[in-house]
């Protein structure tokens, strides 16, 4: 690892807590809907609400779930774990306390990967467990009063916990983006950080280079990337602050205010011992057989990085264009469509990175939402490579597709007069024209000079009104001019 950076003399050390809501119909010890935005209180049964005679029961698609992303970050899927109550009392937690794992998690070690500019990095794991979501307190529609919906009470979720090896809150963003694509890749997750399903505490303490650790404050609940920069960055100059001016730092848990892009302390942060863990005596150890994992492997997807390497390797894409084709499971599938529809792989690409993501990206679109199918821009491709229509046709046919004015490339391109001259008989009279009224363009052309012959490029394409093959008009230009 390169020396890190160091700010004002001091080094950052960022370890984050990722809690990622798995993509379960239903809760993960009771039967109750995990549906966002229904009305409070309407999703919470007899078990999520801790009324008396009732037990929890394990939902098995949460466990598969934590299974897979195990495989997927190369850790150790515990054979057994247990889970633990973890105590505390909170308005919206029904039971006094939440089930978690504590001594013994389901996930065990791992490692993320990403690029930080042009080097990999990595980030090692601790561990993952599954444990219930609380309630939601809310305060803003209540004149002196607080409101507690329990509908999230219950709601699965991988809290997937790192090791302090990151240095920078640049670092920290990339790692996040990173787990969010792979949780989404996997389908363990839906990544909706507006919703909840995806949100990172963040562990921040500075120190001199060489020396101990230095004492951490949490931020939680950070549910953008932007934020949780912002969020780091005003925490790291907090902290030094308040070390040059010669006072402590006391551990905290504390919240960040994007309005004013402060953070501020909750509470004085917990130990492990203040919530006195116990395993749960309501569940059994959970007991996951060798046949159980390797049935979850042999369904698994093909992973980002390896589908990034086939890319290259089969298709003969960049390292870069690959990354971008495998950044998300419905990109992916677009582009492999795309590439089947028109057997041009680069050109496939091209078209994505280039008219497709610029539409998106303008209107807020996720490729999944594309308003053009890939094998309708599949067959504008083909007419691009096959001289039917130009690159710069092509885009007009595109803009038309995309505004959903016709289903049918070729009638657009008949209909719009974009259909290129290919027939090498009407060019050569086109070509004669031009070299009879342009005779300095050919002497200055043959006296060496390059851009005379783009001129005389132009002059055809004008007199043709762009439909001429400009591949075509080339080579009879040089043809005649005798090059």
């Known amino acids: 690892m390169d020396t890190p950076a160091l700010i004002r003399g001091y080094e950052v050390v960022i370890g984050l807590e990722t809690h990622a809501q798995l993509s379960t119909a239903s809760k993960i010890f009771s039967g109750a809907p995990t549906r966002f935005g229904a009305p409070p209180n309407t999703q919470a049964c007899a078990v999520d609400l801790a009324l008396p005679g009732t037990l929890p029961v394990m939902n098995r698609g949460a466990v598969e779930r934590a299974i897979r992303f195990g495989l997927a970050v190369g850790a150790k ?16 937690l029904p039971k006094g306390y939440q089930i978690s794992q504590y001594e013994i998690p389901v996930v065990q070690g791992g490692r993320v990967e990403f690029m930080l500019g042009e080097r990999r990095q990595g980030v090692r794991l601790t561990r993952a467990h599954l444990e219930e979501d609380a309630g939601k307190s809310l305060h803003e529609d209540f004149a002196g009063a607080t409101g507690i919906d329990l509908n999230r ?10 090791e302090p090896d990151m240095r920078s809150s640049a670092e920290a963003v990339e790692y996040a983006k990173a787990l969010h694509a792979l949780v989404v890749w996997l389908g363990i997750c839906d990544g909706n950080m507006q919703e909840g399903s995806f949100r990172c505490d963040a562990n921040v303490s500075v120190r001199r280079p060489g020396a101990a650790l230095g004492t951490r404050r949490e931020i939680k609940n950070l549910n953008s990337f932007r934020f949780l920069q912002q969020a780091i960055d005003f925490e790291v100059q907090w902290q030094i602050d308040r070390l040059e001016d010669g006072l402590s730092i006391e551990q905290a848990t504390v919240l960040f205010n994007p309005d004013s892009g402060e953070t501020r302390a909750m509470r004085s942060k917990e130990d492990a011992h203040d ?8 569940l059994p150890p959970l007991v996951i057989a060798p046949e159980w994992v390797e049935r979850v492997r042999a369904g698994m997807p093909e992973l980002p990085a390896a589908m990034a390497g086939r890319l290259q390797r089969d298709d003969g894409l960049t390292a870069d264009d690959a990354a971008l084709m495998t950044q998300s ?17 680069k050109l496939a690409a091209n078209w994505l990175m280039g008219e497709v993501s610029k539409r998106l990206n303008a209107e807020g679109r996720d490729i999944a939402d594309a308003r053009l199918a890939p094998e309708l821009l599949g067959t504008l491709i083909r007419r691009v490579v096959d001289g039917t ?5 092509a885009r007009q046919v595109f803009d038309s597709l995309w505004a959903g004015e016709g289903t049918d490339v070729d009638t ?4 719009k007069g974009l259909k ?7 060019l050569e009279a086109i070509v004669a024209q031009v070299l009879s009224a342009n005779p300095k363009s050919v002497e200055e052309f043959r006296a060496g000079k390059d851009k005379a012959f783009n001129a005389l490029v132009g002059q055809v394409m004008k007199a043709s009104r762009g439909k001429a093959n400009p591949a075509l008009a080339g080579e009879l230009l040089r043809r005649k001019l005798g090059s």
């Open 77 to 92: 899927v515990a054979p057994l774990s247990i889970f633990a109550r973890k105590n505390y009392f909170y308005p919206d």
């Open 153 to 162: 009470a219950g709601t699965p979720l991988l809290e997937i916990v790192t």
């Open 275 to 282: 919530y006195r863990y116990f395993p749960d005596p309501d």
């Open 329 to 345: 499971p419905a990109f992916a599938r677009y582009y492999a469509a795309l590439r089947d529809a028109c057997a041009q792989p």
């Open 389 to 393: 229509v130009s690159n710069n046709g």
């Open 412 to 415: 657009l391109i008949e209909a």
């Open 420 to 426: 290129q001259v290919n027939d090498s008989a009407a």
